[in-house]
């Protein structure tokens, strides 16, 4: 069995591509195999720099003949088409077969494939994997048309036995395969030939090449712990970081250092940031006192200066960097300690969006939501609206407009500098969170407070501008917003209602939309002014004619839209139709999030349908406790025996055109199984009652599914539609009580099967 | 297929000054067979805007060419107090088409020529995918590391003024401050030699460029006049269209002349406008982007003149 070795040797290859292109060279080749009629007992991939690399083991040396029987027209068909089958088959009419079918006689080809060398298939499957290749981004170079992800030097494709090895006659595009390739760029140019991947693994070391990303990786980790202990630091762990260094090397070398002690002063955030951003180091720590002392750069080379030069040379890098970042700091710590004064008023000039005005506006709106949100979240309505008022403040900052992603983190260090709570503080660090769908959640409740009423804000604004997700498209992130709403109030287990919170930003992002539209495009801004009296007025407590005075200004408008937030005119059409348009889409967030918790769809839509839906706590309740009674038996029978008795009451209220809801009296009752109904739906309406006001709907529902019994039996024993038509009333009003209390729990009539 | 020539220098020895780094490169492009030519007599903001550069991307002849082009930045500005920042600066500059298949050969020899011995330096290529959104460009290719120093921008162009680029050119910049203060170890750039330091009269970086640094930082942050410039940037649009707009048959030679190099100074002229604008604080974040497709459509229309010349492969 032959061994086939590859490698596709060129340029360097983007770190972050290389992994993926290890993989897609090993799944594009077998597969390519596979198809062929070639087995194989192992394959493996590598990458480097500059080649991808693939090995497979126990290669069929030639694939096996195959025969196949296609079925063509019958016998009786007409002459075309038994031609078009023969052009299709590539056979003449004295090859085919006549054969026995339902209908007739019907031809058959019997098309005989003869086995084909391997090397044939490989040279075919290669050029079209290297053609084919799914590079994120490809190139074409020089003047060739052949694309590759940079500059494609040459190809090595050899089949090995114990015979021998032979190159495979792979030719694409001027390239020609040979058996030969080149170590370390600069520690060992020249080619050199290999036999086989043994051979090749083996060269390649002596070439200064580890073919493997893992075992580089494993290399920069074991060194640089081995280093950083010995000098009394620990690294600080990035997987990230060092799955993309030890794509940039091809023979890692350790270096470490200390960092000048003048930045040592710096906010570890900051130097571990403009380290990894920049100059792609490592962090050390130090595990006393916390503090970031060092660092790690990995070199792709030894050098006869034990890489003195090369570390002399990445610390003066470093330090024009700190230097930078000590500036930033300094410059920083003056306007924050002075009360961040400068930041907020820079914050007028920041646009958020063109529609909705300015930053300093949007934290104007996020400041008077918070205060509404403060109280269901336990957090302290000044101390919130201060957090949203300052939580901003840094993007103004000189270090975060070299670091955006320090935004927040700086934001805290800020705040504490200029004398705020440790709340308020945290707040601004903590309130873009969660961003990712495994990102902490918040806790403090100042921190929660803003965190909501900042995604709050940002999605009725960009849905007051119909800037909705669609499809793949969700340029402002507004899924992941509505995620951080589900995430912030269940992690919390906050109980607030959302509509009223989203009706009131609605309001606010309504003025704000009047407002930039007015200052963009002149007085009326890009509504109507109509549009804009309409608006105003039904919010407006003033008489009609005075509204009308309104067409000339608008100015006047978005104030009484914006009075209207105080004066407390309670939410007007319009407003609850855009809140529940925004309400449906955190329903579909939320419908994701629970379906990732195991809790069924049917069962999420069951719940929906309920009021108070927009407490979404309360709704996740309902719908854990459903889920857990549905997984009973006795849940998903009682389920059945809702349905049937649902069932029965539609088509009988339908043909008798009323609504069997009330009177079922035992008095009636003829049989046992229906007094002990009577008796089951008495006990349950006793505990779901209550247990449903003290919203504990493990009882309530424990209570229904104990129902179970008892509607069984009914249905065993008793005909619903009996003759005595007082007796089938009552049966009926019977059913409706059963249907009543599955219904005051959650919306049965939702749920599958 | 390239073969990697050994890269044992020869005698490396370092170089005094700042013009010794420009000389030797300039010394080493030319025996690699590159046209060694003049800066660009106009304000641009980087080397790939001389024309020899963009406009020679763009057909199917082949081309080979270097030269520094002196490079403007007006919001890089620091009074000639900061270290390592310059409104105005130097690029050297390298295109080659079709790119050669040695490409990253040549320019390591380059880095050894300067006195960058590769076997004492860590030299890596790092992903930097290269676009340029004013002149409807880009390319992939790396930023060079030396010792984690960018010291140049290595890019095979893909698409210049919305055109594919077939051949493609091989684009090398060099940041010519930053790597000559690398070479020579010098911490602040204004300290940099310029000349040899053992001439009669040495001649600092600071010597030169200090008092400019100051006038054109206050010059591009507070003096010049906004309104003349937003004027300006408007004329350049309409004058670079008016060229292009021109009967290619010129009545006076009888001769077919695209004025596509006058029409495409215009265009140059328009984006170191915008840059002036943008430094004055002057363009909100919207009216950017409005900005930049403005200077990107001349560039197209440049592009697309360019295409119909001779220079441009057009065969009449």
């Not at chain 1, 972050?16 to 493996?44: F, H, I, N, S």
């Not at chain 1, 060092?294 to 792709?300: M, P, Q, R």
């Not at chain 2, 000639?80 to 050669?100: A, C, F, M």
């Amino acid at each position: 069995m032959p061994d086939l070795l590859i490698e596709l040797f060129s340029e360097e290859i983007p770190a972050r591509m290389q992994a993926r292109a290890a993989d897609d060279l090993k799944r594009l080749v077998t597969d390519g195999l596979v198809a062929a009629g070639l087995t194989y007992a192992g394959a493996g991939a590598f990458a480097t720099p500059r080649r991808l690399t693939l090995a497979v083991e126990g290669l069929d040396a030639a694939s096996r003949p195959t025969v196949e029987d296609r079925k063509g027209p019958m016998v009786t068909a007409p002459e075309a088409a038994v031609q078009g089958f023969l052009r299709s088959t590539g056979l003449t009419l004295d090859q085919l077969e006549r054969r026995a079918d339902k209908k007739g006689e019907v031809w058959f080809a019997v098309i005989r494939k003869p086995g084909r060398p391997a090397a044939d298939i490989i040279a075919e499957v290669l050029a079209d994997a290297i053609r084919n290749f799914p590079w994120p981004k490809s190139m074409r170079w020089g003047a060739g048309s052949l694309r590759w992800v940079r500059p494609l030097q040459s190809i090595l494709c050899v089949l090995s036995s114990e015979a021998g090895s032979e190159v495979v006659p792979v030719s694409i595009d001027g390239f020609v395969a040979g058996n030969t390739t080149e170590g370390h760029r600069f520690m060992a140019p020249g080619r050199f030939a290999v036999s086989g991947f043994d051979d090749y693994h083996a060269k390649l070391k002596r070439a200064f090449v580890i073919l493997d990303g893992a075992e580089r990786a494993a290399a920069i980790w074991h060194d640089a712990t081995q280093a950083a202990f010995a000098m009394g630091l620990e690294v600080v762990e990035d997987k990230g970081l060092l799955a993309e260094v030890a794509g940039l090397v091809e023979w890692p070398v350790v270096l470490l250092a200390r960092i000048p002690a003048p930045f040592l002063h710096l906010p570890p955030e900051v130097l571990q940031t403009s380290m990894r951003e920049h100059q792609k180091f490592f962090s050390l720590r130090n595990p006393a006192t916390g503090r970031i002392e060092g660092f790690v750069t990995v070199a792709n080379r030894e050098t006869t200066d034990h890489g003195d030069t090369i570390l002399k040379g990445n610390l003066k890098v470093l330090s024009a960097r700190l230097s930078d970042a000590r500036f930033f700091w300094d410059n920083d710590l003056r306007v924050a300690r002075a009360g961040m004064g400068d930041w907020l008023d820079g914050l007028a000039s920041v646009t958020f969006h063109n529609k909705l005005g300015s930053q300093a506006d949007r934290i104007a709106r996020i400041a008077a939501l918070v205060r509404e949100i403060a109280p269901f979240v336990g957090a302290d309505p000044d101390q919130a609206e201060q957090a949203a008022r300052i939580a901003k403040a840094d993007l103004r900052s000189a270090m975060v407009g070299e670091f955006p992603e320090l935004q927040g983190v700086m934001g805290r260090y800020y705040a504490l500098e200029a004398g705020m709570p440790a709340s308020v503080a945290d707040a601004a660090r903590d309130h873009y969170s969660p961003l990712g769908p495994s990102d902490a959640v918040p806790v403090a409740p100042v921190s929660v407070a803003v965190a909501l009423a900042d995604k709050l804000d940002t999605l009725t604004g960009f849905w007051a501008i119909d800037e909705k997700p669609t499809g793949s498209k969700d340029p402002f992130a507004l899924r992941r917003a509505a995620l951080g709403v589900i995430r912030l109030v269940l992690g919390n287990e906050n109980r607030c209602e959302l509509i009223p919170f989203i009706v009131s930003a609605v309001r606010r992002n309504q003025a704000a939309m009047m407002q930039a539209g007015k200052d963009h495009h002149g007085r009326h801004g890009t509504m109507s002014s109509i549009d804009a009296v309409r608006l105003a007025q039904s919010l407006s407590v003033k008489g009609i004619e005075e509204m009308t005075a309104l067409v000339e200004d608008i100015d006047t408008a978005i104030m009484t839209l914006s009075q209207g937030l105080s004066s407390g005119v309670p939410p007007q059409e319009w407003e609850l139709q855009r809140s529940s348009d925004l309400l449906a889409f955190f329903h579909d967030r939320l419908k994701v999030y629970l379906k990732d918790q195991s809790i069924r769809q049917d069962v999420i839509d069951a719940c929906l349908a309920m009021p108070e839906n927009c407490d979404l706590t309360l709704l996740v309740k309902r719908a854990e406790a459903l889920n857990a009674t549905l997984a009973t038996e006795d849940g998903a029978n009682l389920v059945q025996g809702f349905k049937r008795a649902a069932n029965i009451l539609t088509q009988a209220e339908a043909k008798d055109g009323v609504e069997y809801s009330y009177g079922a009296d035992i008095k009636f009752a003829e049989t046992d199984a229906e007094r002990a109904l009577f008796a089951a739906l008495d006990a349950a309406d006793a505990k779901i009652a209550p247990a449903m006001a003290a919203e504990d709907f493990t009882t309530a529902m424990a209570a229904m599914a104990a129902l179970r019994g008892p509607v069984d039996a009914f249905f065993t024993a008793v005909q619903v539609n009996a003759d005595n038509q007082i007796v089938r009333r009552n049966r009926l009003n019977l059913l409706s009580r059963i249907r009543t209390l599955c219904l005051s729990v959650a919306d049965l009539t939702k749920l599958d099967g | 297929m390239a073969q990697s020539a050994p890269l044992v220098p020869p005698q490396i020895t370092a170089p005094t000054c700042f013009q010794d780094v420009i000389l030797r490169l300039q010394g080493y492009w030319a025996s690699r067979g590159c046209a060694i030519l003049q800066p660009y007599d106009m304000e641009v903001g980087a080397g790939t805007f001389h024309p020899a550069t963009t406009l020679r991307s763009l057909g199917t002849r082949a081309w080979a060419a270097a030269y520094v082009q002196p490079s403007r930045r007006p919001t890089d500005g620091r009074y000639g107090e900061n270290p390592n920042r310059l409104q105005h600066y130097y690029q050297y500059q390298v295109i080659i088409k079709p790119s050669p298949p040695d490409l990253q050969d040549l320019y390591l020899g380059s880095l050894v020529a300067i006195g960058l011995d590769p076997a004492l330096h860590d030299i890596r290529f790092v992903e930097d995918d290269w676009e340029s959104p004013t002149l409807g460009a880009w390319g992939l290719g790396w930023e060079v590391w030396c010792d984690g120093m960018e010291v140049s921008q290595f890019t095979y162009f893909q698409q210049v003024g919305g055109h594919d680029c077939n051949p493609v050119s091989g684009e090398l910049t060099y940041g010519l401050e930053r790597l000559a203060m690398y070479v020579l170890g010098v911490d602040h750039v204004m300290d940099m030699p310029f000349n040899d330091p053992q001439s009669p009269i040495a001649l600092s970086y600071g010597d030169i460029f200090r008092q400019t640094e100051e006038e054109y930082s206050r010059h591009n942050f507070d003096g010049a006049d906004t309104a003349k410039l937003l004027r300006n940037f408007e004329e350049a649009e309409v004058e670079c269209q008016r060229l292009l707009a021109f009967d290619a048959m010129d009545p006076k030679s009888g001769k077919r002349i695209v004025m596509a190099h006058p029409a495409y100074d215009q265009c140059i002229k328009a984006s170191h406008l915008f840059n002036l604008l943008d430094a004055r604080g002057v363009i909100s974040v919207t009216e950017r982007q409005a900005y930049i497709g403005r200077v990107r459509a001349l560039a197209k229309l440049c592009a697309d003149a360019f295409v119909t010349t001779t220079a441009g492969g057009y065969l009449a």
